[in-house]
Antibody, heavy 122, light 107 residues
Framework: QVQLVESGGDMVPPGRSLRLSCAAS????????LHWVRQAPGKGLEWVSV????????SYADSVRGRFSISRDDSKNTLFLQMNSLKVDDTAVYYC???????????????WGQGTLVSVSS | SSELTQEPAMSVALGQTVRVTCQGA??????ASWYQQKPGQAPVLVVY???SRPSEIPDRFSGSSSGNTASLTITGAQAEDEADYYC??????????FGGGTKLTVL
């Protein structure tokens, strides 16, 4: 069965960096686009980033563009999110999610991980 | 970019029908997807495309769209349908956007 397991969340002060990972199994990893979606405590879902199946398309929310970088390692079935210059407002549970399509353009997210908590505080 | 607007909260009597809506300019061009999220759990896709459901989602969940409004209809709401519901789609910048969510209470 499809599984997505996030890791790498931590409590860090503002300005630091973190790298999140999402280990995937149960499907042909290099056929699907993958997204990161976050949820601040008590708030709604916020889309963060997407990478297409072939890594040729990467897109970011305005709130993270220039600070976050998405990548994938198809040999290890793993998705990454490099988060630099972290801000207090980046505090959230970060979910990785599989897109039904290879391009990821429509955000039809059919499988989600359980999330990893990133807390940015001084 | 653009926004997707949802009612913050709604309620439905057990066994009755409820329609959760999502409004936004991008919905004139693109379908919305709908997600159910229960406390402490990850979101679950319930409806996508014109009106498609993952195989494990009960057929009491359906989707529709008209103009700038997408709707998720639950026909015969059950106690276990009490949850937060989010719509998403793509915006004019070809990014993905989420609505603010609707907290559904089943009475």
């Amino acid at each position: 069965q499809v599984q997505l397991v996030e890791s790498g969340g931590d409590m860090v002060p503002p300005g630091r960096s973190l790298r999140l990972s999402c280990a995937a199994s149960g499907f042909t990893f290099d056929s699907f686009a993958l997204h990161w979606v976050r949820q601040a405590p008590g708030k709604g879902l916020e889309w963060v980033s997407v990478i297409s199946y072939d890594a040729k398309i990467k897109s970011y929310a305005d709130s993270v563009r220039g600070r976050f970088s998405i990548s994938r390692d198809d040999s290890k079935n793993t998705l990454f999110l490099q988060m630099n210059s972290l801000k207090v407002d980046d505090t959230a549970v970060y979910y990785c999610a599989r897109d039904r399509r290879g391009s990821g353009a429509f955000g039809e997210l059919d499988f989600w991980g359980q999330g990893t908590l990133v807390s940015v505080s001084s | 970019s653009s926004e997707l607007t949802q009612e913050p909260a709604m309620s439905v009597a057990l066994g009755q029908t409820v329609r959760v809506t999502c409004q936004g300019a991008s919905l004139r061009s693109y379908y919305a997807s709908w997600y159910q999220q229960k406390p402490g759990q990850a979101p679950v896709l319930v409806v996508y495309g014109k009106n498609s459901r993952p195989s494990e989602i009960p057929d009491r969940f359906s989707g529709s769209s008209s103009g700038n409004t997408a709707s998720l209809t639950i026909t015969g709401a059950q106690a276990e349908d009490e949850a937060d519901y989010y719509c998403n789609s793509r915006d004019s910048s070809d990014n993905v956007i989420f609505g603010g969510g609707t907290k559904l209470t089943v009475l």
